[in-house]
């Protein structure tokens, strides 16, 4: 299983209040959430009207899956606002839980 995450930061130079950034923001991540099944939501910059960080998480069964949905979601939102910045960083886990220093194991 391999988890991957992307910070991706945008600006917005149409946006001139912070509804209309939320706006924006609302229709991207709606998008990326019916299209891709991913997780999404805005995660810094607020109180900034022009700016957005919005973080995205994907669960794949390999590291190449998961590096290759980042990669397209990261295209899809270029296509609907101008990205500025981009960190990503992906983390596999061996098939079997409970192996290794700081596994734990939760019983339902």
Known sequence: M????????????????????RMVLRR????????????????????????????ISVVG??????ESALDEIVRFVRDHAEVTHIEHELQTFSQEFGVGAGAHHWEG
């Open 61 to 66: 069964s390999d590291r190449a899956f998961a």
């Open 28 to 55: 991207v991540k709606s998008k990326v959430r019916e299209r891709f099944n991913a997780a999404i939501a805005e995660v810094g910059d607020n109180d900034l009207w022009q700016r957005a960080a919005l973080g």
């Open 2 to 21: 391999t988890i991957g995450i992307a910070r991706v930061t945008l600006f917005l130079p149409a946006s001139h209040s912070l509804k209309e950034k």
